[in-house]
């Protein structure tokens, strides 16, 4: 994704400029689609949001288009979401849950299990990372979100009512609960929401947005019939090589500034690696009932305390020696191709990935790595369409958006 700075903006009636300080604010409502971070990863989703011929809208630059979006204070709304995640990676849709065992440390947890509660988020939201879904969302303020996985035969949901966080699986009958984060509950419009949640398409746009200046074009590309609502079309391109992202589309409700479809063009071409967008919307307030849940009766629950007090929530966990890092990370480059580099202090990240993963999960890191060796030595280059990750022999780990190519350039010169 996009580095963490203010955006250069390019118009397309020619004007340039700096998004003022008091006009940055993101809009305040975040609901959960997460899914994020599989290795610094990103979801994504399928332009499958019929369109009936483009809306005659007023004309706006890309400057004001952003400001529209920083304006933007949607707090409450409801709707269905289409995800179609690209990321070139074997499907996951099978790891979540209880099944997320396969990447538990061989010899399973304490009590002879090999994963939790089919309910925890930790292992479900992974599924969003690979494949295509829908999602049922809701939203009513930071202290009330919900979002439902939806499949044929079953339901997957989450929700966070005012402080309480619950999970339930209706294939296995099963539910976590657990208290949100401090911050992260309440009444007050600075609350957040959970941090584990997904995020919809706004959270895609604002981080696409925190663009470094001068390495960034916005423009506004026309306009489209999103979700039965009249939306902005603004394009992102990053302008430096190296960067695995090609273009970032956000499509940016008329009406009330909030993105409504989000989708990002790798730099190797095909077919979008993330599109995430909106079916349906509507910017009333849910009901009430929505953010309600009581155990079904005869549902196994699991609570969040008592799962870790079991270890069975081992199967969630980085296999040993993985993230013991030695070192604060550190930032090297700017804009879209900047990469951070760990220093596990000797160890060897790929050594102890390969040493404690049963089969299953070993072949899935395989399958995503490649062996390179330069001035810094050999190692490991795990890939993605868009997150790629150089795990050196001596204990090095270089991340970031960019080509796997620049990875290993980075690492020569860093030696």
Known sequence: MAPNDSAQITGENGG??????????????????????????????????????DPDLPAISAQ???EKIAASDTEQLSGTVKVKTDLGIPAIGG???????????????????????????????????????TLRVAADGPAK???????????????????????????????????APAGAHGSGKD?????????????????ALKAAAGTTSVTVDGTARIAGRDAYQLVIKPKQEGSTVGSVKVAVDAGTGTPLKFT?????????AIDVGFTKV????????????TPPKGAKVTEADESKATGKDEAHKVPKGAGELGTEPNVIGEGWTSVVRLD??????????????PAQAQQFMDALGDKVEGKFGSGMVFKTRLVNALMTDDGKVYVGAVTKDALVKVANEAK
């Open 16 to 53: 340039t400029g700096e998004l003022p300080a008091g006009r940055r604010r993101a809009a305040r409502y975040v609901v959960p689609v997460g899914v994020a971070a599989v290795a610094a990863a990103t979801i994504g989703l399928v332009p499958a949001l019929a369109a009936a011929g």
């Open 64 to 66: 004001e288009l952003i």
């Open 95 to 133: 790891l979540g849950g209880a099944t997320a065992g396969a990447f538990a440390p061989k010899g399973g947890t304490e009590d002879g299990e090999k994963g939790g509660s089919a309910a925890e988020p930790t292992g479900r939201m992974m599924e969003l990372a690979s494949g295509e879904h």
């Open 145 to 179: 979100q919900r979002v439902s996985i939806l499949d044929s035969a079953a339901e997957y949901s989450l929700i966070h009512n005012s402080g309480e966080v619950w999970a339930y699986d209706s294939a296995s009958n099963e539910a976590y609960h657990a208290k």
């Open 191 to 207: 609350q957040a929401a959970p941090k584990d949640l997904p995020a919809t398409p706004q959270d895609f746009a604002r981080e």
């Open 264 to 272: 990002l063009l790798p730099s190797s071409g095909g077919k979008a």
């Open 282 to 293: 509507d910017f009333s307030k849910p009901a009430a009932s929505t953010f309600d849940f």
């Open 344 to 357: 596990t202090g000797g160890k060897s990240p790929a050594g102890a990935v390969s040493g404690d993963m």
